[in-house]
């Protein structure tokens, strides 16, 4: 069997474009920094809120599936919503001690086990800025899994 040049192309397009889709890209904390904040008053709510907005690092990799390591915070009693941290609870953005860029929302694809408070973490998923509702957080990863 021969393959003309194109055919061979073609192929290692095919494959290429395979073999990225299946490797998620690796984040760090650091890339979560390429955001700026305004404080900007939502009317509904009757008070002001950090308004974001990503840089370009940040714009190119929205909607990609990524992979971050962190700390597990729960957010319920009931194990329902997680949030993954760079820093251990006592260190934390709800403490006072860090930014919102040291914390992504976890969106699970299916229902996870039940985790501890600061179990360390791998999780994998697709990553979405959010800069709208302020009900979530700026980072969310959405169908998010445990990585492999």
Known sequence: MSF?????????????VAWTSSNPLTITWDSLKDVKYR???????????????????????????????????????????YVVSKFPMAQCFFCGLAGPETIVMLHFKEKPRRMKTDEKRCFTGRLRLNSENIEELNFILEEATFCE
């Open 4 to 16: 003309t040049k194109n055919s061979l192309v073609i192929v290692a397009i095919v494959g290429l």
């Open 39 to 81: 404080k900007k008053f939502y009317l509904e709510m009757g008070q002001f809120f950090l308004y974001p907005t990503f840089g370009k690092s940040l714009k190119e990799i929205n909607g990609k599936t990524v992979s971050i390591s962190g700390y597990v915070i729960p957010m319920d009693t009931e194990g329902e919503y």
